[in-house]
């Protein structure tokens, strides 16, 4: 877990990768989910949560993106959404 907040913690600037279903190279900024909705009781008081995936437990982190974004299947725009780890990278400032 200390891996998720040592890179991952609130506030930090990300980039999304290839693969996650939103434009590769969007940007956005790591923050709490909002605290209703569909995911609230997974992500409880974290930033963060953990979920079973085919691949096996996957972290997911909330992004809130610079700009509203819209998925590979043409819904949105979104200006926040969970994003697997595995997909973002940490912007260096």
Known sequence: MSEITEFFRVGAKV???????????????????????VLADDFGENFFRKAQTSRGETIFVWVVFDEPQYDADGDGPFSETEINIDYLEIVKD
Do not use: S
């Open 15 to 37: 980039r999304v990768g290839e693969n996650q279903g939103f434009e590769a190279g969007v940007t956005g900024t790591v923050d709490y989910p909002p605290k209703v909705g």
